[in-house]
């Protein structure tokens, strides 16, 4: 069974994402997410995108603010001490705001559930911290 809830590293995509930008793919991996979330401009943009642009946007936001995130990640950081420059926070804050504008997969998925207040919180949280 997968892992399903509202918070951007609470699902199986994001997991999966999350280890692949510890496993090398790095800031590429963040701004490739973001991407393409962006590239799908008035297009139905696809949940699993959305996932993962989200926890790229996650890893951004504690980049800019130190907010920790879970160890594996955390690691990565220390080791590779990555610099976000203000574009790559501009392109974060962009998905995340396509991510919530129709047609969205996730958008949809989250709307038809109890707990789309608290998905839509974590974004506006995430938003906040990218400034």
């Known amino acids: 069974m997968g892992a399903w809830g509202p918070g951007a590293f609470e699902n199986d995509t994001a997991g999966d994402f999350c280890w692949s930008v510890t496993d090398g793919g790095g800031l590429a991996a963040l701004e490739d997410a973001f991407e393409h ?4 401009a008035d297009e139905d943009l696809e949940a699993p995108a ?5 926890a790229a946007a996650a ?3 504690r980049l800019k603010d130190g907010t920790p995130l879970d160890d ?11 610099a976000i420059s203000d574009a790559l ?13 129709a047609p969205s997969e996730l958008l949809d998925l989250w709307q038809e559930t109890e707990d789309f ?13 990218l400034g």
């Open 37 to 40: 979330v962006l590239e799908a």
């Open 50 to 54: 959305a996932e993962e642009a989200i």
């Open 59 to 61: 890893i951004v936001a």
């Open 72 to 82: 594996g990640l955390e690691a990565w950081i220390a080791k590779e001490r990555p």
């Open 89 to 101: 926070a501009a392109k974060a804050r962009a998905a995340l705001a396509r991510i919530l504008t």
């Open 117 to 129: 207040p608290d998905f839509k919180a974590g974004i506006d949280g995430l938003l906040r911290r």
